[in-house]
């Protein structure tokens, strides 16, 4: 009885420790999960990892389901669709290191302020084949690849399965005018800004239209399997929604505290030609502003640089009708505020750019299509629209437009090639009056952009 009783309570005893231990193994569990830090972001890869001849390093487009020389065009040096593999390697050049020393920088092949859209800048781990010197790489635009690089070439594998895996979704609209907007526009993150002081050292003026630039860009064919993964994409809508997270960014950088350059206002945000004109002094008055129906702004008070609002708007009332007052009060309320005081301003702009990203939004859902690009036409070059061409960035913005609606208009086989070839030559003649600012010529542009627009009108 006693080896019994003996047994028995070593046995509870045995209970109550293992109880214990399991207990104090369950609490340092938890306070572990409490306390361990977030899972580490998915690794970048590097751009060797998909060069693999049945990936994307073959060196014809002869590939089942995509084409897999997607590496060769990005490569390509004597096209758009390889610049941004030669984005690093620009920062070598005598420009470059003039301008890194102009700014006191260190050498731009190394400094982050360049880095940050001369390269791909992975904010995660970096595998053993990632390289800065890349340039801005298959990962800088379809996002770091440790996720999904394994899955994404699976049987049965999905485009949802992908993105849910970190893959980023370029083909919707919103989310790829974010990705390309944090360089050919600017962002909060680090190296990811041209400021006026950067332009003045010599860095060149930004410049960007979503649609146009994509198909600069396009590394893929849109065929019968593209489409039944990701649906076929609309030129036109993909030209609205960039517009309208170009001003939505614009407005909330301003808001920001990229707004301000010590005791002046961040100048990259105004209209360059507002200052950067010729001063003359003569007998006869030479006026080098000119009044705009779209700025309700005190003469010859530098301008908001407002080419995206006029595309904007001349696209919201033809697909966003309902908010598209709204849009146009808002970009008013804008420009009378910056004659107030920077208070009033930013207040404006927050205003601005939730409305903008309303647009966005709303555009995003909209049809596209044939008819809504002739509608646009018409509202680019309309009444209300051509009027506010008064400055040289908005004429750019203006023709990169009906180049794209244009190209819109055939693909949607509204327009036929032949038709095309003929209003391109004034598409060219616009384009070559806006090659340089300095040599800037208004009245060519608008005469050569005027008369492709009435032979686009003339084919409805």
């Not at 060069?51 to 390093?57: E, I, M, P």
């Not at 002094?281 to 030479?286: A, V």
């Not at 009027?387 to 949607?412: C, E, W």
């Not at 616009?430 to 492709?452: C, D, H, I, Q």
Request: net charge neutral.
């Amino acid at each position: 009885m006693g080896f019994g009783g003996h047994a028995k309570g070593s046995g509870s005893g045995a209970a109550m420790l293992c109880a214990a231990l399991l207990f104090a193994f369950a609490s340092a569990l938890i306070g572990f999960a409490a306390t361990a830090a977030p899972p580490a972001p998915p690794g970048y890869e590097g751009v060797a990892s998909c060069a693999g001849s049945t990936c994307h390093g073959r060196m014809e487009a002869d590939g089942a389901v995509v084409r897999q020389d997607e590496l060769q065009l990005w490569q390509e040096s004597s096209s758009p669709a390889g610049a941004h593999s030669r984005a690093f390697a620009i920062l070598s050049s005598r420009r470059s290191r003039a301008i890194a020393a102009t700014l006191k920088l260190g050498d731009p092949a190394s400094e982050p302020t360049c880095l940050g859209c001369h390269s791909t800048p992975a904010d995660g781990a970096r595998g053993a084949k990632f390289l800065t010197s890349d340039g801005v790489s298959c990962e800088g635009c379809h996002g770091p690849a440790g996720g999904w690089i394994a899955s994404h070439y699976a049987v049965g594998a999905s485009h949802a399965d992908n993105v849910a895996r970190g893959m980023t979704a370029l083909d919707r609209p919103a989310t790829r005018a974010g990705v390309c907007l944090d360089c050919h526009l600017g962002s909060g993150k680090p190296g990811q800004f041209v400021s006026h002081r950067m332009m003045a050292a010599g860095h060149p003026r930004i410049s960007f239209e979503l649609d146009l630039f994509s198909t600069l860009q396009q590394h893929h064919d849109e065929d019968g399997d593209y489409a039944s993964r990701k649906g076929r994409s609309d030129s036109v809508r993909m030209w609205a929604v960039g517009q309208a997270m170009a001003v939505n960014r614009q407005m909330s950088l301003f808001a920001s505290g990229r707004g301000t350059e010590g005791a002046f206002p961040e100048f990259t945000f105004f209209d360059c030609h507002s200052c950067h004109r010729r001063i003359f002094d003569q007998e006869d008055r030479s006026l080098t502003f000119e009044v705009n129906p779209g700025r309700p702004i005190p003469f010859a008070q530098p301008p908001f640089n407002d080419e995206n609002m006029i595309l904007l708007s001349a696209a919201a009332k033809v697909a966003a009708p309902g908010l598209a007052s709204r849009f146009d009060a808002d970009v008013r309320a804008f420009h009378q505020a910056m004659g107030v005081d920077r208070a009033a301003a930013i207040a404006a702009s927050r205003r601005l750019a939730a409305t903008s990203l309303t647009l966005a939004n709303t555009l995003g859902g909209s049809a596209g299509g044939g008819d809504m690009a002739f509608a646009i036409v018409d509202a680019i070059a309309g009444p209300a629209g051509a009027p506010r061409f008064t400055d040289y960035q908005g004429s750019v913005q203006s023709v990169m437009a009906i180049d794209t609606l244009l190209n819109a208009l055939v693909k949607h086989g509204r327009v036929t090639r032949g038709a095309a070839a003929g209003i391109r030559a004034d598409i060219n003649r616009a384009y070559a009056a806006v090659k340089e600012p300095n040599g800037y010529r208004p009245g060519e542009f608008r005469a050569a952009l005027g008369s492709a627009v009435r032979s686009i009108r003339a084919l409805r």
